[in-house]
């Protein structure tokens, strides 16, 4: 999925990356720099990764127009303030804003929600920004559909879905927030159900299309905004 934001960053030689965790998606050709939150996300940071400030998107420790462009992936969901945020990405940035977010009307199209979690419409689905909400802070921005291909080494919760025995993976459900939100008995009845559908070829009837499916809509949204000169 990485080369539709790069290419959504355009021209830009310089990038802010905010709320950049480990540093996935920061392209490998600019000068980026991070600014993330957590210190101990930081600290995961693979060595040689573009530089790291530790502050919040709200408050972002940069005179304006800094870069060339800033880039925000999978975290405003987290953001105590999403206006706030968007409104510091643009004041550092020149040139264009990048955002990847989820549609929370998303979630009842993920077999993994409909199927065996649709408690997550309660506890998670609340929490993410709706890309029309993103729209209305962000001059001039389009939004296109990222697809999610079937192989995607970013194993975040919507990513999954030609690969549900990756679900069953206690280390691949502890790098994700989403199991965190859901009480602990959901969860537990949730994967019983998969394991025992996975077992039977339940699953593989319904939805075995998908495992060879290239590449899938699974609600992931590019924003892109430019903005105007001065």
């Known amino acids: 999925m990485a080369e539709p934001i790069w290419q959504a960053l355009g021209d830009a030689l310089s990038v802010v990356n905010v709320g950049a965790g480990t540093g996935s998606y920061e392209p490998p050709d600019r000068r980026v ?5 957590s210190a101990v996300m930081i600290a995961q940071r693979a060595p040689g ?3 790291a400030v530790q502050a919040a998107a709200e408050q972002l420790p940069f005179a304006d127009d800094s ?5 925000a ?3 405003v969901h987290h953001w105590s303030d999403v206006g706030a945020g968007v409104a510091e990405m643009i004041r550092v940035a020149r040139h264009r804003v990048v955002v990847v977010t989820f549609d929370p009307r998303a979630w009842d199209d993920q077999w993994i929600v409909r199927d065996y979690l649709p408690e997550i419409m309660t506890h998670r689905a609340p929490s993410f920004p709706s890309p029309a909400r993103l729209l209305d802070v962000l001059p001039a921005a389009t939004v296109q559909p990222l697809l999610a291909p079937h192989d995607c080494t970013d194993r975040m919760f919507a990513t999954l879905w030609a690969r549900p025995e990756q679900y069953l993976d206690p280390r691949v459900r502890a790098a994700t927030s989403v199991w965190d939100l859901l009480p602990p008995a959901v969860s537990a009845r949730a994967l019983e159900q998969l394991r025992r559908d996975l077992a039977s070829g339940e699953w593989d009837r319904r939805h075995g299309h998908l495992r060879t499916t290239p590449a899938w809509d699974v609600g992931l949204r590019l924003i892109r905004a430019e903005l105007p000169a001065g």
């Open 33 to 37: 720099t991070a600014v993330e939150p």
């Open 49 to 51: 990764a573009a530089p």
């Open 67 to 71: 870069f060339d462009a800033a880039m």
């Open 73 to 75: 992936i999978m975290t």
